[in-house]
């Protein structure tokens, strides 16, 4: 069974700051794992995701994630904060055995402050 | 562009009414899922189908229906709406034996049920 676990409902940066957003999974296989957005009013939009290869993985908009096993963590980060950057985000994890579905995290909100 | 396509995407429906929420999708996937997504933010699984003519009931008890006749669309129905189906149901889709790929999502059906 799989479960994902988001530290945090609600996070507030600055403008130029930091972006943390945190993940952690269980998951009794091998794990694939996603970072979602949802703007307003909108559907969710994949921002990266995490198949087994590079354990670092780059996604659009300019954030990434970390694939730690030891720490079961997916952790999404992004250098710099940009305004557009405020929106809803989910941690998503699936079993690799292909006949799973894909559990969702309770979700952060991002705030962006200027 | 969208592959995935919800209509309508805001529906005012007063009590008693039966609604069907329409989803479509050009991607040749066989898994579909409707989602419900409370104010709160958390996505529930409610339907999912993994080809024609079959259907599932999700990790949240609804009293919504689908049905599966075509691979492309997959409507969900709600005979009688109520106060307590005002939320936002999401559609997503997926391909077989493509776990590592994700869900692919339409923009969302805002419902309230007045």
């Known amino acids: 069974a799989q479960s994902v676990t988001q530290l945090g409902s609600h996070v507030s940066v600055s403008e130029g700051a930091l972006v943390l957003l945190r993940c952690n999974y269980s998951s009794s296989v091998p794990p694939y794992l996603f970072w979602y957005v949802q703007y307003p009013n909108q559907g969710l939009q994949l921002l990266l995701k995490y198949t087994s290869a590079a354990t670092l993985v780059k996604g659009i908009n300019g954030f990434e994630a970390e694939f730690k096993k030891s720490e079961t963590s997916f952790h999404l980060t992004k250098p710099s904060a940009h305004m557009s950057d405020a929106a809803e985000y989910f941690c998503?994890?699936?079993?690799?055995?292909?006949?799973?579905?894909?559990?969702f995290g309770q979700g952060t909100t991002l705030q962006v402050k200027p | 562009e969208a592959d995935i396509y919800q209509t309508p995407r805001y529906l005012v429906i007063g009590t008693g009414k039966k609604i069907t929420l329409e989803c479509s999708q050009t991607m040749g996937h066989d898994k579909m899922y409707w989602y419900q997504q409370d104010p709160g933010m958390e996505l529930h699984l409610i339907h999912y189908?993994?080809?024609?003519?079959?259907?599932e009931k999700g990790d949240l008890s609804s009293e919504s229906t689908v049905s599966r006749i075509r691979t492309e669309h997959f409507p969900l129905t709600l005979e009688s709406a109520r106060p307590s189906h005002t939320s936002q149901y999401l559609c997503?889709?997926?391909?077989?034996?493509?776990?590592?790929?994700?869900?692919?999502f339409g923009s969302g059906t805002r419902l309230t049920v007045v």
């Open positions: 189908s993994y080809g024609v003519n079959s259907t």
């Open positions: 997503a889709s997926s391909a077989l034996g493509a776990a590592a790929d994700g869900y692919t």
């Open positions: 998503a994890v699936m079993g690799s055995s292909n006949t799973g579905k894909l559990i």
